[in-house]
């Protein structure tokens, strides 16, 4: 990520517009990062300073490129690469032991007179041989532990200019993030992803149904499929006043998060920024605005388990309809998505959750989010390997071997039922 001294940011109208390279305006960005990307692929061996100046220099003559617009080139072009490490300390002894042997011959001079008697080129010729060591060699290492003088050793890098340039906007928007106060983010789809991630960025957050879209495009195709709808929720991420007199620190949690949300579909996103005056701008953006994020889209199955379950089962079967995690069961701050939801003709709900890879650890931790949403109907598909020898099976378990089968899911779901309308 960028840090805020390379943010951009346009504040206007009470918006906030985080600098973006289009293709309409910006097309002849696509060479310089070609050149960018040039510079750093043949940069092995060059030190990081070096690098630098070389990318300054390609926008030399370009009147449209703020000086922070480069930096920012110059920091997202060194996050994607490997520089020579000192974690052993070797710089720091080194320069202790030149300069130690050196100050015999202080001052060192260019040219030598009868007062300042010894000449740089040959004292540095002196020392390189007290030390075995090629003076060219001594000095590349002898700041080897400071950032700019580090040596790039490979660069992985982007895969063309133009995934470059895409990451250049999606790190300006994170970076307007950091002064983020509040945000709130309306969904419907890729819901269970959305929440993974807010929590592995802890945010604080609430989550509230707000209503239910069409996912249908078309009258015949809503004719056909009338049921299959989603809930709408909206996610509101914000904190205590103690949380948010830490604004960037809390903002940089809302930046770390954005990529996983550019990377879903069916979302909008509205923050509410400290301006540098200290009055409020809003940042609106949505799945529509077409950021591409570095991470891969969310796969529409966790496993292929449930894949091949879904695949099975099909949309509806005996008066049940399959949902892909319908809905988000909350109780206070934790929340819950179940792998697939079941809604009846009748209107009866029934959620299953399936257990495929598991650990002792995640069993427990699976256990007791049941017995926190416990006034749900909720299904647990357990493998039978994670059994203890003569478990007992609870009325909502369902036990499978490798595969989930149809019928017993079935006759779970029937009996769940009946229990409801008892």
Known sequence: MLTSEQSIVEYKDGRAVPDRLTQGTHRHYREYAERMLVVYRNGAGRQRRSLHKEIEAIFADEPDCPVRRIQAFCKLLDDASVYAADSAGVASKLRQEVFSKATRFHPLVQEPDRLFEHPEGRVKAQLAAELGTPWDEIERSLYADVLSFQQLESFPGYPDAGAFLSRYNVTQLQAALYRAETMIVTATDDLKT?????????????????????????????????????????????????????????????????????????????????????????????????????????????????????????????????????????????????????????????????????????????????????????????????????????????????????????????????????
Request: glycine letters at 4%.
């Open 194 to 422: 959305i929440v993974r991630y807010a929590k592995l960025a802890r945010l604080l957050h609430k989550i509230e149904q707000v209503g239910c879209v069409s996912r249908t495009a078309s009258p015949s195709e809503a004719r056909k499929t009338a049921r299959d709808s989603r809930p709408t929720y909206r996610l509101t991420f914000s904190g205590p006043v103690s949380v948010l007199r830490e604004t960037r620190r809390y903002g940089v949690n809302f930046a770390r998060f954005l990529p996983a949300l550019l990377a879903c579909k069916g979302w909008n996103l509205t923050a509410t920024l400290q301006t540098p005056w200290k009055t409020t701008a809003k940042l609106v953006i949505s799945d529509a605005d077409r950021f591409t994020s570095h991470l891969p889209a969310p796969e529409e199955f966790d496993s292929g388990l449930e894949e091949s379950f879904a695949s099975k089962f099909g949309p509806s079967r005996d008066g049940w309809q399959l949902i892909r995690e319908g809905d988000i069961l909350h109780e206070h701050q934790t929340t819950f998505v179940p792998d697939f939801t079941f809604r009846h003709e009748d209107s009866t709900e029934v959620f299953l959750e399936i257990v495929g890879f598991w650990t002792p650890e995640y069993l427990e931790q699976k256990r007791q989010t049941l017995r926190r949403f416990r006034r749900h109907r909720i299904l647990l598909a357990v493998p039978q390997s994670s059994l203890r020898e003569r478990a007992e099976i609870a009325d909502n378990v369902v036990v499978y071997k490798t595969a989930l089968k149809i019928e017993p899911i079935l006759a779970a779901l029937e009996a769940t039922r009946s229990r409801h309308l008892a």
